[in-house]
């Protein structure tokens, strides 16, 4: 599933987020593009890119908590 960057300061975006969790609870796998540190903050995982190159990973793959 692809998703471009709700915002969580919108009930709609706080609802959207709330089924992105409870998908991924389920096992779905999401990938959220986003300028937002905020809402990236709410991932289990995130990958930053620079320049269309991964730039950094933390998160529940990369190891670090």
């Not at 089924?19 to 609870?25: D, P």
């Not at 809402?39 to 730039?55: F, P």
């Amino acid at each position: 599933t692809i998703a471009s960057g709700p915002k969580p300061s919108l009930t709609t975006g706080r609802e959207i987020l709330a089924l992105f969790q409870r998908l991924n609870a389920d096992g779905v796998t999401l990938v959220v593009v986003t300028h937002d540190e905020r809402l990236a903050a709410q991932a289990r995982r995130v990958v930053t890119m620079e320049d269309g190159m991964v730039s950094g990973e933390k998160g529940a793959m990369s190891g670090e908590r």
